[in-house]
């Protein structure tokens, strides 16, 4: 199979990756980015590209199932515009080339609590992003709603106290749906849903990404 990523540089997609270069089942890696990566290796292809510029890229987006895991921070993006920008527009785009070209299955990283009616920034963003990429009917569209990742050396101190705090929390055995997900699970999860052979949509969300991740294919 030959896989497509947009959101390839981020925690899960460097994870995504790394795990797709090992599986047999992969035999292509396309990945779009903005600047070159860090990515050696014969299964992977690298397309430096504008996302501001779609028609220049959408017709490289050819292939068995498009991943899409990009995202920033409010922080990261310096406005609500820029963020709307990265993790709605860039994505959607992608998403518009991979059905063009008859990329028939899906899988995109959303967020728990998304959406689109939600007086919450960051939640109805990508609960619009779910809608919008739902209505062009892909074969198979699966969607996964994490909600606090565990990333590699993350430098987010915001980010490093609530995994602290939540994990504390945790072992007191309170809020255990709510458990800190680490990346890689997340990316073992999203390519195990890609073998699934159906023509379906499916909604996964923190309590099940982690039995989704332990499936044999």
């Known amino acids: 199979m030959k896989a497509l990523i947009i959101g390839a540089t981020g925690a899960t997609g460097k994870d995504l990756v790394d795990q797709l270069c090992l599986d047999s089942d992969y035999e292509q890696i396309d990945i779009f980015v903005r600047r070159r990566s860090d990515f050696h290796h014969e299964k992977v292809k690298a397309h430096l590209v504008d996302f501001d510029q779609p028609e220049e890229w959408k017709h490289l987006v050819k292939g068995d199932v498009a991943f899409a895991c990009l995202g920033t921070t409010l922080k990261t993006a310096g406005s609500k515009d820029n963020q709307w920008k990265i993790d709605y527009d860039y994505q959607y785009n992608f998403a518009i080339a991979a059905k063009e070209n008859q990329v028939e299955d899906f899988v995109l990283v959303s967020s ?106």
């Not at 728990?112 to 198979?140: D, Q, T, V």
């Not at 072992?171 to 390519?191: D, E, R, Y």
Request: glycine share 6%; hydrophobic share 35%.
């Open 112 to 217: 728990y609590g998304a959406n689109p009616n939600s007086k919450i920034f960051y939640s109805r963003m990508k609960g619009e992003l779910e809608e919008a990429i739902k209505n062009l009917k892909f074969e198979k569209t699966t969607f996964f709603k994490p909600g606090m990742l565990e990333r590699k050396n993350t430098d987010r101190n915001g980010e490093v106290f609530g995994l602290k705090a939540l994990k504390f929390i945790n072992k007191l055995g309170l809020f255990k749906s709510q458990q800190p997900l680490p990346t890689s699970v997340l990316a073992k999860a999203m390519i195990n849903a890609s073998k699934i052979k159906s023509k379906s949509f499916s909604e996964i969300s923190l309590h099940n990404i982690f039995s989704f991740a332990e499936k044999k294919n």
